[in-house]
């Protein structure tokens, strides 16, 4: 938690005015019992009508100072609070977008968008709440009793034991019902889950006709949870009626004894009203600080996850040399014995990949699934570093050049392609911002992808929703391949990014690329007929190059290859 | 206002099962105000009795003190049993509703269901039941204790002293205009915060969702600004929401001291007149620092019984939904299928306003294979969805074993088709539940066998749990391939005399996809079949090709005579 306090040094006149106008407010706070002593021992003990209307007024002026700092403060707290967020937020997103492959890998999606969210949120709340309380609670907690110990010491010890036993409570329901809370959030993830389970199983259900065995098990989800939630909720239910006995009791043990000592003379009626009263300030006070320490566990617990986000550094970083491959002529990209790992895994995904690749040459990638197809050619933009071996592009090794310009310089165009919200102009000009229509609608013509634009009545401006979700995966293909050759790169991998494409598409798309000029390609996929016309052909297999030819070589040669072959039965082609 | 009368006409007959609990639970809610009202005044006697050295009446003050404790625990047992009997009916009915709901799920159409997002209705269940009840049973308690108290207060108040009470009512209108201006403003604040933070999530969910292809792009810095820009927004609505909220307490508070100040001077000067004992003026100063909170909680409540109510709107829209027509007559049903299907004149759309299956007739004796090839998205799945009444037609008719499906239940229907599509939904449950799902009381050699058949034993097997492995929610745990291959063993279980088969495209590898086609090619033999074909060799094979584009069918034949009429087949054939 202290490690984020860097984020308030924009705030530091707010950090420090919050409290101090939160501690005047509870200063004018604690002299309320006092004046209304005063008005009943002087005022009406003297009948003096003059006295009592001047603490009157003392009263309002009083409420009206008590206003104004609250006000002041709240004013402070929600700047800094809020601004300490926003810092926080920005930075640890930022922070985020400059891991590699291998630490979102690890630490996986969800759990950053819930640190950047829900745990900066949390402890943004916790900086709010601290603002406000820290000096409040404690300060009334304390004057009230020391108000009370100037009352009479021995008074004050019933305030004492009252609060020690209201904490002892607080804190056995709480720790009690924390862990029943949880199992009830299990049970409710659990109804959650078989929800969403029968609309996306709809058609089997249905095909099988267990509409009804479903509903019972349905039925006994939501009772296992109603079961567990009239248990949590006993045990919390029990907090208010407990503190308010508690609060209570305390009150008629000071009428008790404070009957006793009025009577021998050592308080006056007043004092003991003026006790009564501090003591429902202590607990009123006593309740809001124990929400703090909850708040501020709770907070802190999210700092620690945030913090352990800070602390990982992207594992992959650029070189200093500048990628430039206009002029470039020969190999363009070597493997020399090349292995690669994924972080976590002892294994090797890929190992002992040795090949070149000369500049302007289509190399087609095929292999089954997890022959190690994809964990190649991400190497290349440098997704992930090799374990071991060397991989040189223009003649040198990728590690000496800058990201930036690594990045500009290979189009990978994913398996799994994606579009973001905003238009489908913005989305081509993540390529290159400054490229013109006509540039854009080259390349869309290229990856086929005209169709999809001219289908849509804002054509460029359409409306792209988050996660290109208003588009079919064929259409998002082929926009993320317009979107890569928008770049213009050297190099362009296709990473199994036709899938969704018919044949005829997936065919003409190929022959477009062909034409491009001073373009090398990688095509990676699992279909013979995608790969089959490239220049040379790298044949994976458990991670391994089991052979590289021309698919009429392969096909003489490799028995791998043939297998694949015969299992996809193509006919005379072409 | 019509709807919403409509929506608490609802909610009121949700809550008749549990009027007689609602009953008694309002009853302590009395009971609760009641005492908790009453206990100052015996505060205040108590202080009566402590006048000052040598006058105090101990007896009397043993006696109220006994009386306060006795109030107390009435209170407090009040307030518990309050609490449990709200939750109790709270939850209860949160467990009704989802039921209703999730039942209504299986009776829905599958139009409805493939054109509502899931996570809305996901949502609707879960969220919306969730905070309705919340909303209403705890709003409800609130509100109904809130008006009590202060009514309770004033009419307390004014048998202790009227001039007191008037001066508590003459600060009454600006409790409430206090505490409703700074309501309306809360929520305005709370919306536009909302509404950024969703974007600001927005951009987070989908940027790191799609990190690679902003590296990939170099985009981290526009990004990153993107990024800044909206959290800015947002930290102004918070910076707005959280003030404004915060300064609810304040505001009221200040009023309170107000009431407090007016009824201490009233008091006091009452007081010096010998109208009023020092013992009620405590009293009536302890009402006076409670006064405003009812207030404050009212104007709480109604927003939330507001949200409440619209939740239950949407709940309820769910519910009503329209249902798949019931069966024409539950007897009516097919048996000893060999596999006829007769299509005439079948006319579909999903969209009414545009025109996509027309006049399809198809005779499919026993025992053929229909191979039903067109590029993605030309509806191949539109004549899977309509051979299992998952849609029913517009026009025309399909009759199996000459009977029309329209006519007999859809259970018999499906029943006597075996479906294994490209998605492969399986349930987060074992392996063996799995495969069992279409005959829950097979014996596991029945699975195993059916799995050997499906070449899925040799991997379940190598499996760390073997059969009960759980198959996860997403299905991390299995490959795409192992998935299809437990959906076709589901499927020989149970081996109905017509097959429904989606070849899968990608994503998986040529081992596991050999034994796809294998197990496909064993099912298929005798049987009826409808493939929605990817390979070449499957669609040659086939007794008719059925070829669609754009929802259309337009060629229909077989291998050799669509090759012959050189149309859109030729072509597709010739792209590869």
């Given at each position: 938690?202290?490690?984020?306090?860097?984020?308030?040094?924009?705030?530091?006149?707010?950090?420090?005015?919050?409290?101090?106008?939160?501690?005047?407010?509870?200063?004018?706070?604690?002299?309320?019992?006092?004046?209304?002593?005063?008005?009943?021992?002087?005022?009406?003990?003297?009948?003096?009508?003059?006295?009592?209307?001047?603490?009157?007024?003392?009263?309002?002026?009083?409420?009206?100072?008590?206003?104004?700092?609250?006000?002041?403060?709240?004013?402070?707290?929600?700047?800094?609070?809020?601004?300490?967020?926003?810092?926080?937020?920005?930075?640890?997103?930022?922070?985020?977008?400059?891991?590699?492959?291998?630490?979102?890998?690890?630490?996986?999606?969800?759990?950053?968008?819930?640190?950047?969210?829900?745990?900066?949120?949390?402890?943004?709340?916790?900086?709010?709440?601290?603002?406000?309380?820290?000096?409040?609670?404690?300060?009334?907690?304390?004057?009230?009793?020391?108000?009370?110990?100037?009352?009479?010491?021995?008074?004050?010890?019933?305030?004492?034991?009252?609060?020690?036993?209201?904490?002892?409570?607080?804190?056995?329901?709480?720790?009690?019902?924390?862990?029943?809370?949880?199992?009830?959030?299990?049970?409710?993830?659990?109804?959650?889950?078989?929800?969403?389970?029968?609309?996306?199983?709809?058609?089997?259900?249905?095909?099988?006709?267990?509409?009804?065995?479903?509903?019972?098990?349905?039925?006994?989800?939501?009772?296992?949870?109603?079961?567990?939630?009239?248990?949590?909720?006993?045990?919390?239910?029990?907090?208010?009626?407990?503190?308010?006995?508690?609060?209570?009791?305390?009150?008629?043990?000071?009428?008790?004894?404070?009957?006793?000592?009025?009577?021998?003379?050592?308080?006056?009626?007043?004092?003991?009203?003026?006790?009564?009263?501090?003591?429902?300030?202590?607990?009123?006070?006593?309740?809001?600080?124990?929400?703090?320490?909850?708040?501020?566990?709770?907070?802190?617990?999210?700092?620690?996850?945030?913090?352990?986000?800070?602390?990982?550094?992207?594992?992959?970083?650029?070189?200093?040399?500048?990628?430039?491959?206009?002029?470039?002529?020969?190999?363009?990209?070597?493997?020399?014995?090349?292995?690669?790992?994924?972080?976590?895994?002892?294994?090797?995904?890929?190992?002992?990949?040795?090949?070149?690749?000369?500049?302007?040459?289509?190399?087609?990638?095929?292999?089954?699934?997890?022959?190690?197809?994809?964990?190649?050619?991400?190497?290349?933009?440098?997704?992930?570093?090799?374990?071991?071996?060397?991989?040189?592009?223009?003649?040198?090794?990728?590690?000496?050049?800058?990201?930036?310009?690594?990045?500009?310089?290979?189009?990978?165009?994913?398996?799994?392609?994606?579009?973001?919200?905003?238009?489908?102009?913005?989305?081509?000009?993540?390529?290159?911002?400054?490229?013109?229509?006509?540039?854009?609608?080259?390349?869309?013509?290229?990856?086929?992808?005209?169709?999809?634009?001219?289908?849509?009545?804002?054509?460029?401006?359409?409306?792209?929703?988050?996660?290109?979700?208003?588009?079919?995966?064929?259409?998002?293909?082929?926009?993320?391949?317009?979107?890569?050759?928008?770049?213009?790169?050297?190099?362009?991998?296709?990473?199994?990014?036709?899938?969704?494409?018919?044949?005829?598409?997936?065919?003409?798309?190929?022959?477009?690329?062909?034409?491009?000029?001073?373009?090398?390609?990688?095509?990676?996929?699992?279909?013979?007929?995608?790969?089959?016309?490239?220049?040379?052909?790298?044949?994976?297999?458990?991670?391994?190059?089991?052979?590289?030819?021309?698919?009429?070589?392969?096909?003489?040669?490799?028995?791998?290859?043939?297998?694949?072959?015969?299992?996809?039965?193509?006919?005379?082609?072409? | 206002?019509?709807?919403?009368?409509?929506?608490?006409?609802?909610?009121?007959?949700?809550?008749?099962?549990?009027?007689?609990?609602?009953?008694?639970?309002?009853?302590?809610?009395?009971?609760?105000?009641?005492?908790?009202?009453?206990?100052?005044?015996?505060?205040?006697?108590?202080?009566?009795?402590?006048?000052?050295?040598?006058?105090?009446?101990?007896?009397?003050?043993?006696?109220?003190?006994?009386?306060?404790?006795?109030?107390?625990?009435?209170?407090?047992?009040?307030?518990?049993?309050?609490?449990?009997?709200?939750?109790?009916?709270?939850?209860?009915?949160?467990?009704?509703?989802?039921?209703?709901?999730?039942?209504?799920?299986?009776?829905?159409?599958?139009?409805?269901?493939?054109?509502?997002?899931?996570?809305?209705?996901?949502?609707?269940?879960?969220?919306?039941?969730?905070?309705?009840?919340?909303?209403?049973?705890?709003?409800?308690?609130?509100?109904?204790?809130?008006?009590?108290?202060?009514?309770?207060?004033?009419?307390?108040?004014?048998?202790?002293?009227?001039?007191?009470?008037?001066?508590?009512?003459?600060?009454?209108?600006?409790?409430?205009?206090?505490?409703?201006?700074?309501?309306?403003?809360?929520?305005?604040?709370?919306?536009?915060?909302?509404?950024?933070?969703?974007?600001?999530?927005?951009?987070?969910?989908?940027?790191?969702?799609?990190?690679?292809?902003?590296?990939?792009?170099?985009?981290?810095?526009?990004?990153?600004?993107?990024?800044?820009?909206?959290?800015?927004?947002?930290?102004?609505?918070?910076?707005?929401?959280?003030?404004?909220?915060?300064?609810?307490?304040?505001?009221?508070?200040?009023?309170?001291?107000?009431?407090?100040?007016?009824?201490?001077?009233?008091?006091?000067?009452?007081?010096?007149?010998?109208?009023?004992?020092?013992?009620?003026?405590?009293?009536?100063?302890?009402?006076?620092?409670?006064?405003?909170?009812?207030?404050?909680?009212?104007?709480?409540?109604?927003?939330?019984?507001?949200?409440?109510?619209?939740?239950?709107?949407?709940?309820?829209?769910?519910?009503?939904?329209?249902?798949?027509?019931?069966?024409?007559?539950?007897?009516?049903?097919?048996?000893?299928?060999?596999?006829?299907?007769?299509?005439?004149?079948?006319?579909?759309?999903?969209?009414?306003?545009?025109?996509?299956?027309?006049?399809?007739?198809?005779?499919?004796?026993?025992?053929?294979?229909?191979?039903?090839?067109?590029?993605?998205?030309?509806?191949?799945?539109?004549?899977?969805?309509?051979?299992?009444?998952?849609?029913?037609?517009?026009?025309?008719?399909?009759?199996?074993?000459?009977?029309?499906?329209?006519?007999?239940?859809?259970?018999?229907?499906?029943?006597?088709?075996?479906?294994?599509?490209?998605?492969?939904w399986l349930k987060n449950a074992s392996i063996r539940d799995n495969i069992a799902f279409g005959k829950p009381d097979a014996t596991f050699e029945e699975i195993e066998a059916a799995a050997k058949e499906a070449y899925a034993d040799s991997f379940i097997k190598r499996l760390p749990d073997g059969y009960d492995t759980i198959v996860t929610e997403g299905g991390e745990n299995l490959s795409a391939g192992q998935r299809q291959l437990l959906c076709i063993a589901r499927i020989m279980l149970v081996l109905p005399p017509m097959l429904i088969l989606d070849e899968a495209t990608s994503s998986i590898d040529t081992m596991t996809e050999a034994r796809i086609s294998k197990a496909f090619d064993k099912m298929?033999?005798?049987?009826?079949?409808?493939?929605?074909?990817?390979?070449?060799?499957?669609?040659?094979?086939?007794?008719?090709?059925?070829?669609?584009?754009?929802?259309?069918?337009?060629?229909?034949?077989?291998?050799?005579?669509?090759?012959?009429?050189?149309?859109?087949?030729?072509?597709?054939?010739?792209?590869?």
């Amino acid at each position: 938690m202290l490690r984020l306090v860097r984020y308030l040094k924009d705030y530091k006149v707010e950090s420090v005015l919050a409290p101090l106008f939160k501690f005047l407010e509870a200063a004018f706070e604690l002299l309320v019992p006092l004046v209304i002593a005063k008005i009943i021992d002087i005022g009406i003990g003297n009948k003096d009508s003059n006295y009592i209307i001047k603490m009157g007024i003392l009263l309002v002026t009083l409420a009206v100072i008590g206003l104004t700092s609250a006000i002041v403060a709240q004013y402070f707290s929600a700047k800094a609070a809020t601004g300490f967020g926003t810092k926080l937020r920005d930075d640890l997103f930022a922070h985020i977008l400059q891991f590699s492959h291998a630490e979102t890998d690890i630490l996986g999606r969800e759990t950053l968008v819930t640190r950047i969210t829900n745990d900066s949120d949390q402890v943004q709340n916790g900086v709010n709440r601290f603002f406000r309380l820290v000096l409040r609670s404690p300060f009334i907690v304390a004057g009230a009793f020391i108000m009370s110990f100037n009352i009479d010491a021995k008074m004050s010890l019933i305030a004492f034991i009252v609060i020690l036993i209201l904490s002892i409570i607080v804190a056995l329901i709480m720790s009690k019902s924390i862990g029943l809370y949880r199992n009830v959030q299990r049970k409710l993830d659990k109804v959650l889950g078989k929800t969403g389970e029968n609309l996306t199983g709809i058609r089997v259900i249905r095909a099988f006709s267990k509409e009804r065995s479903e509903i019972g098990e349905y039925d006994i989800a939501t009772e296992d949870l109603y079961k567990d939630q009239v248990r949590v909720g006993n045990i919390s239910a029990l907090l208010n009626p407990l503190t308010y006995v508690i609060v209570n009791l305390g009150i008629v043990a000071i009428l008790q004894a404070g009957g006793i000592q009025v009577n021998i003379g050592n308080l006056t009626t007043g004092q003991v009203v003026a006790l009564i009263n501090y003591m429902s300030q202590i607990l009123v006070e006593l309740v809001k600080f124990a929400n703090l320490i909850i708040l501020l566990a709770k907070a802190s617990a999210c700092a620690k996850r945030i913090n352990e986000i800070f602390d990982i550094k992207s594992s992959i970083n650029g070189g200093n040399s500048e990628l430039v491959l206009n002029d470039f002529d020969g190999d363009i990209i070597t493997f020399e014995n090349v292995g690669f790992a994924y972080p976590k895994s002892k294994e090797e995904a890929i190992s002992d990949i040795t090949f070149s690749v000369r500049k302007g040459e289509t190399i087609g990638i095929i292999g089954g699934t997890g022959s190690g197809k994809s964990s190649l050619i991400n190497l290349i933009p440098r997704f992930y570093d090799i374990s071991r071996g060397s991989i040189k592009i223009a003649g040198r090794d990728i590690k000496e050049y800058t990201l930036d310009s690594l990045r500009k310089n290979v189009a990978l165009v994913e398996q799994k392609s994606r579009l973001f919200r905003g238009n489908i102009r913005n989305n081509l000009l993540w390529g290159d911002e400054s490229a013109t229509d006509e540039e854009l609608y080259k390349a869309a013509d290229i990856a086929q992808a005209t169709d999809v634009i001219n289908s849509k009545e804002g054509k460029l401006d359409s409306e792209v929703a988050m996660y290109g979700n208003n588009f079919s995966g064929g259409q998002k293909q082929r926009l993320s391949i317009a979107r890569s050759l928008v770049k213009r790169a050297g190099i362009l991998i296709l990473d199994d990014s036709s899938s969704a494409l018919d044949y005829a598409t997936d065919s003409r798309l190929r022959r477009a690329i062909k034409e491009i000029k001073n373009i090398t390609t990688f095509i990676v996929s699992q279909r013979i007929v995608s790969i089959k016309s490239a220049d040379r052909i790298i044949v994976l297999d458990d991670g391994k190059i089991v052979g590289i030819g021309t698919h009429e070589e392969l096909l003489k040669n490799n028995p791998i290859y043939r297998e694949i072959y015969s299992s996809q039965i193509m006919t005379e082609a072409d | 206002m019509n709807k919403n009368k409509n929506t608490l006409k609802r909610i009121l007959s949700l809550l008749h099962p549990y009027r007689f609990r609602m009953f008694v639970s309002l009853i302590l809610a009395v009971v609760i105000v009641l005492t908790t009202l009453y206990l100052p005044i015996f505060t205040g006697r108590a202080v009566d009795t402590i006048v000052s050295k040598g006058n105090v009446d101990f007896e009397k003050l043993i006696k109220i003190i006994f009386t306060m404790i006795i109030i107390m625990c009435i209170t407090a047992v009040a307030q518990w049993c309050m609490t449990a009997i709200n939750n109790v009916v709270a939850y209860h009915m949160v467990r009704d509703i989802r039921n209703q709901a999730f039942a209504k799920i299986m009776k829905l159409p599958i139009s409805y269901v493939d054109s509502t997002s899931h996570g809305e209705i996901i949502n609707r269940v879960i969220n919306d039941v969730d905070q309705f009840s919340e909303g209403l049973l705890m709003g409800f308690a609130q509100f109904f204790t809130g008006i009590l108290t202060i009514i309770l207060t004033i009419i307390i108040l004014f048998k202790i002293n009227v001039y007191v009470t008037l001066v508590v009512l003459l600060v009454t209108p600006l409790a409430m205009l206090v505490a409703g201006l700074i309501a309306k403003n809360t929520y305005k604040h709370f919306k536009s915060q909302s509404e950024r933070r969703a974007r600001m999530t927005g951009i987070v969910d989908e940027m790191i969702a799609g990190l690679g292809t902003v590296k990939n792009f170099n985009m981290e810095k526009e990004i990153e600004n993107e990024f800044r820009e909206s959290d800015e927004a947002l930290r102004v609505a918070s910076q707005n929401a959280i003030f404004i909220s915060a300064i609810a307490f304040p505001a009221t508070r200040f009023v309170n001291s107000l009431v407090y100040a007016g009824v201490a001077i009233s008091g006091a000067l009452l007081a010096i007149t010998g109208k009023m004992s020092v013992g009620q003026l405590t009293s009536v100063l302890s009402y006076a620092t409670q006064y405003t909170k009812p207030f404050n909680e009212i104007s709480g409540v109604v927003t939330e019984l507001q949200n409440s109510f619209a939740c239950a709107a949407r709940v309820f829209a769910l519910i009503d939904e329209e249902e798949i027509l019931p069966d024409k007559d539950v007897n009516n049903k097919i048996e000893n299928v060999d596999g006829n299907v007769e299509i005439s004149h079948v006319y579909f759309s999903y969209d009414k306003s545009k025109k996509l299956i027309e006049d399809l007739n198809l005779d499919v004796k026993a025992g053929q294979r229909i191979a039903i090839v067109g590029p993605t998205g030309s509806g191949k799945s539109t004549i899977i969805n309509l051979l299992m009444r998952f849609y029913d037609i517009d026009s025309g008719s399909i009759k199996i074993e000459g009977k029309n499906i329209n006519d007999i239940t859809r259970k018999s229907i499906r029943e006597n088709f075996g479906m294994v599509l490209q998605e492969t939904w399986l349930k987060n449950a074992s392996i063996r539940d799995n495969i069992a799902f279409g005959k829950p009381d097979a014996t596991f050699e029945e699975i195993e066998a059916a799995a050997k058949e499906a070449y899925a034993d040799s991997f379940i097997k190598r499996l760390p749990d073997g059969y009960d492995t759980i198959v996860t929610e997403g299905g991390e745990n299995l490959s795409a391939g192992q998935r299809q291959l437990l959906c076709i063993a589901r499927i020989m279980l149970v081996l109905p005399p017509m097959l429904i088969l989606d070849e899968a495209t990608s994503s998986i590898d040529t081992m596991t996809e050999a034994r796809i086609s294998k197990a496909f090619d064993k099912m298929m033999t005798g049987r009826t079949s409808f493939v929605v074909a990817h390979r070449l060799s499957t669609i040659k094979n086939a007794d008719v090709i059925l070829v669609l584009k754009d929802g259309h069918i337009i060629e229909q034949g077989n291998h050799n005579e669509l090759m012959e009429m050189k149309g859109f087949y030729y072509e597709l054939n010739n792209a590869v």
